[in-house]
């Protein structure tokens, strides 16, 4: 196991406990305890936990990995979603993406499909303007697709969150009041049948509730995981969404049931 794998996985139990023993990390890494003690002085120094005698404990009371711990899970599910949807956009849209693991791919399957200008058919007129119009709040993807010439990227303002990298506020508001969507992509914490889709933080869920409301088409993608599970915020209910996009893990019953609240489901 890599030093980068051993600690996702050391923030991961963090997450899930608030407190993590140095003995207890060690038997379920199988590594030694001096390796443990080394990752959890280290992962102290980027302030991502607080050392105590024996062990750690998480930051606060609401931890949430950071972003960059959280991108190899369900890597390979991620990817598919990420092909699929990028397949859905047609050349000259503007696209709006939140931030989050699953929609940081969508960027780059999206830079990857117009990477050579608009995906026209053979034959077709060639248009002016950008092939590809993206407006985010996340600032990791603004970066990635900000040197992509035939993508024109629209970032909004706001306080940035260091642990997803997306920005909030009044500013991130302001921005997406003065826009129009033809569709967003919107990457969640939780799926409930009832109450809809969530996000952990209260912020990013009404920017995300934002995103929506000035898009033609919603889009949710999240990998399978997250179905019936509830986050601390709603970002919107299912009404309003056209399409969820996940993996093949989802279960039948959580299929129908979204069906008959009127949501699109593709599986890949």
């Known amino acids: 196991m890599s030093k980068h794998e051993r600690w996702n996985t050391l923030l991961e139990l963090l997450a899930a406990s608030g407190k993590l023993e140095v003995e207890e990390a060690a038997t379920a890494l199988d590594v030694s305890a001096a390796t443990i003690r080394r990752d959890l002085d280290e992962l102290a120094e980027q302030q991502l936990l607080v050392r105590t005698r024996g062990g750690a404990v998480a930051h606060g009371v609401s931890y949430e990995l950071p972003l960059r711990y959280k ?13 699929a949807v990028a397949d859905l956009v047609a050349p000259g849209e503007v696209v709006g993406l939140n931030g989050g693991t699953t ?47 035939q993508i024109k990227i629209v970032t909004t303002g706001g306080v940035a969150r260091p642990q997803t990298y997306e920005l909030v506020g009044p500013l991130t508001v302001g921005v997406l009041n003065e826009v129009v969507l033809d569709v967003v992509v919107l990457g969640v914490d939780g799926v409930d049948p009832e109450l809809g889709v ?68 593709l599986t890949v």
Do not use: W, Y
């Open 71 to 83: 991108s190899t899970r369900h890597a390979p599910e991620k990817r598919r979603i990420a092909e």
């Open 103 to 149: 929609t940081t791919e969508v960027a780059r399957a999206l830079a990857l499909r117009f990477a050579s200008g608009r995906a026209e058919a053979p034959g077709a007129a060639v248009p002016t303007g950008p092939a590809l119009t993206v407006v985010t709040n996340a600032l990791n993807i603004a970066g990635e697709l900000a040197v992509r010439p």
């Open 198 to 265: 969530m996000a952990h933080q209260e912020d990013e869920a009404s920017i995300s509730r934002l995103f929506a409301e000035r898009a033609s088409r919603v889009v949710v993608v999240t990998d399978s995981s997250k179905m019936g599970r509830r986050a601390f915020a709603r970002i919107c209910g299912l009404d309003r969404i056209d399409l969820l996009v996940t993996d093949t893990g989802i279960a039948p019953e959580t299929v129908e049931q979204l069906t008959e609240a009127g949501v699109k489901v």
